[in-house]
C-alpha cells in the first residue's frame, strides 16, 4: 500500500469532543517537570487548583486526534514516520476547564522522491463548544520516511525559521525527571516507546524517550518563565522543529532571541550536547 495524493487530502479524520478540568492541566504541567520544587511561588499556580494557571502549550494535548496515519486507510508507512515539527497558535488563553472540539485535516502531502520520503502537513482546529469560538490552531509535520516517489506533485518544503547569529539574549536550563515520560504520556500519547524499555530498544534506543511534545513544552515553560513572567496571556504562539529525542532525567537549555515581539529558539541537551529543538519561533506580547 501507498499514499494516494488526492485520497490523503481528502481523508475524512473523526472530530474529537474533549472535556477537561483541573486535574488534567496539573498533572499536564507535573509532566513537563513544574511543582519539582514546592516552594517555587512562580510554579505553583500551574500545580494547585487555588487561583490556577494553564501553561500555554497544553493546546497540544486537548482534542489529541490520536494516532489517524496508523488507525486510517492513509497508504502512510506509519512505522518510519517521525514528528518533524510542530507550531501552535492561541487565539484566546487557555481555560483551566472546558469542553473543546477539535478538526484535524491533512493540508499538504509534499513527495521528496524514491528513497527520500514525503511531508505530510495536518491542521487541527480547536475551539470551545459552547461559544464556537476558535481556542487554537496546530499545524504539524510529518515526516514519512518510508512513503517517498509515490507520484505527488514536486515542489519545496517549508523553510525553516532562520536563528540570529548573536549570542542568544537570554538562557533557561530546566530538568526534567526521570519518571518525566510516564507521567507525560498521561496526558495524550500512551505510544509505549515513552513507557516500555524493550520497545524502545527494538526501535534503536537504549531506553524510553521523552515524548518530542514534552522538549516542546519545556521550551515553553523556558520561554514563560525568562520573557514573560509566568503570564500565560503573553505567549501567543510557539514552533519549532525536532532534531533529536530527549531522554527522562536530561537537562534541557532553551536558548533565546528576542526581537520585539518574536522570540527565536533552540533547546538543547546538555548532557549530550545536542539539539532537540531547533528553528524555534514564538510569539509574546508587552
Known amino acids: 500500500m501507498a499514499i494516494v495524493y488526492e485520497k490523503l487530502l481528502a481523508l475524512k479524520i473523526p472530530t474529537v469532543e474533549h472535556a477537561y478540568g483541573s486535574k488534567d492541566c496539573i498533572l499536564y504541567a507535573l509532566g513537563?517537570?513544574?511543582?519539582?520544587?514546592?516552594?517555587?511561588?512562580?510554579?505553583?499556580?500551574?500545580?494547585?487548583?487555588?487561583?490556577?494557571?494553564?501553561?500555554?502549550?497544553?493546546?497540544?494535548?486537548?482534542?489529541?486526534?490520536g494516532f489517524w496515519a496508523r488507525d486510517l486507510d492513509t497508504g502512510i508507512d506509519w512505522v518510519k514516520v517521525v514528528h518533524g515539527e510542530h507550531s501552535m497558535v492561541l487565539h484566546k488563553p487557555l481555560s483551566p476547564s472546558g469542553t473543546v472540539i477539535s478538526r484535524t485535516r491533512v493540508l499538504d502531502v509534499v513527495d521528496k522522491g524514491a528513497g527520500k520520503g514525503a511531508i505530510v502537513y495536518s491542521e487541527r482546529l480547536i475551539e470551545d463548544k459552547k461559544s464556537g469560538e476558535?481556542?487554537?490552531?496546530?499545524?504539524?509535520?510529518?515526516?514519512?520516511?518510508?512513503?517517498?516517489?509515490?507520484?505527488?506533485?514536486?515542489?519545496?518544503?517549508?523553510?525553516?525559521?532562520?536563528?540570529?547569529?548573536?549570542?542568544?539574549?537570554?538562557?533557561?536550563?530546566?530538568?526534567?525527571?526521570?519518571?518525566?515520560?510516564?507521567?507525560?504520556?498521561?496526558?495524550?500519547d500512551p505510544n509505549p516507546l515513552h513507557a516500555?524499555?524493550?520497545?524502545?530498544?527494538?526501535?534503536?534506543?537504549?531506553?524510553?524517550?521523552?515524548?518530542?511534545?514534552?522538549?516542546?513544552?519545556?521550551?515553553?515553560?523556558?520561554?514563560?518563565?525568562?520573557?514573560?513572567?509566568?503570564?500565560?496571556?503573553?505567549?501567543?504562539?510557539?514552533?519549532?522543529?525536532?532534531?533529536?529525542?530527549?531522554?527522562?532525567?536530561?537537562?534541557?537549555?532553551?536558548?533565546?532571541?528576542?526581537?520585539?515581539?518574536?522570540?527565536?529558539?533552540?533547546?538543547?541537551?546538555?548532557e549530550r550536547d545536542v539539539l532537540a529543538i531547533n528553528n524555534g519561533r514564538a510569539e509574546i506580547k508587552g
Open 134 to 188: 476558535l481556542i487554537s490552531t496546530i499545524v504539524q509535520t510529518t515526516f514519512c520516511r518510508g512513503d517517498g516517489g509515490f507520484g505527488g506533485p514536486p515542489r519545496e518544503t517549508r523553510p525553516a525559521h532562520p536563528l540570529p547569529e548573536r549570542a542568544p539574549d537570554k538562557v533557561c536550563d530546566l530538568n526534567t525527571r526521570p519518571e518525566a515520560a510516564l507521567i507525560y504520556r498521561l496526558s495524550a
Open 196 to 270: 516500555d524499555p524493550a520497545v524502545a530498544k527494538a526501535a534503536g534506543f537504549p531506553r524510553p524517550i521523552l515524548h518530542g511534545l514534552a522538549t516542546f513544552g519545556v521550551a515553553g515553560h523556558a520561554i514563560l518563565k525568562s520573557l514573560c513572567g509566568y503570564d500565560p496571556s503573553r505567549l501567543t504562539s510557539i514552533a519549532g522543529r525536532f532534531s533529536a529525542p530527549v531522554f527522562p532525567g536530561e537537562t534541557i537549555r532553551t536558548e533565546m532571541w528576542r526581537d520585539g515581539g518574536v522570540v527565536s529558539f533552540r533547546a538543547r541537551v546538555m
Open 32 to 65: 513537563l517537570g513544574l511543582g519539582h520544587d514546592p516552594m517555587n511561588e512562580d510554579e505553583l499556580p500551574f500545580v494547585y487548583e487555588k487561583n490556577l494557571k494553564v501553561l500555554p502549550t497544553m493546546a497540544v494535548v486537548i482534542g489529541y486526534p
